[in-house]
């Protein structure tokens, strides 16, 4: 992961030089809080990924010798098909529908969307795929 998090540090550069660029030479707010929005995101995925690098083992494609041969295998769990994240975006579709045409919709798609993140969230604690 240190190839992706050195790519993600340089954007973090990129986009830290540019912001107060953009900003002297147009005086937009918006546009600037975007920029500033959007360093701190990359700058937040430059760190995870450094952190989870330097704890992991170096990979095949991350050292000079590594052959194609050492990435087979498992790669980890990948979960089976689930309808859950489908329920969650409808939920908070509602949610946010809510926020434009009325509140009562608003609670509606809360109240379901408790039930849905319960149900993405323990769906691996029962029944055929629980471990």
Excluded at 16 to 22: A, K, M, N, S
Excluded at 35 to 60: C, E, N, Q, W
Aim: aromatic share 18%.
């Amino acid at each position: 992961m240190k190839a992706e998090t050195w790519m993600f540090v340089f954007c973090s550069v990129f986009f830290l030089l540019v912001t107060p660029l953009y900003w002297l030479s147009s005086g937009d707010l918006t546009g600037t809080t975007a920029l500033v929005m959007t360093f701190l995101l990359v700058t937040l995925i430059a760190f995870y990924l450094g952190f989870h690098a330097s704890k992991m083992d170096p990979r095949p494609e991350d050292r000079k010798d590594g052959e194609i041969a050492e990435g087979a295998g498992e790669l980890g769990f990948f979960p089976p098909y689930s309808w859950w994240p489908l329920w969650c975006g409808l939920c908070l579709s509602a949610m946010v529908l809510g926020v434009a045409i009325g509140w009562w919709l608003f609670l509606i798609g809360a109240a379901l969307g408790v039930i849905a993140l319960s149900g993405l969230i323990f769906e691996y604690y029962r029944g055929e795929y629980a471990h």
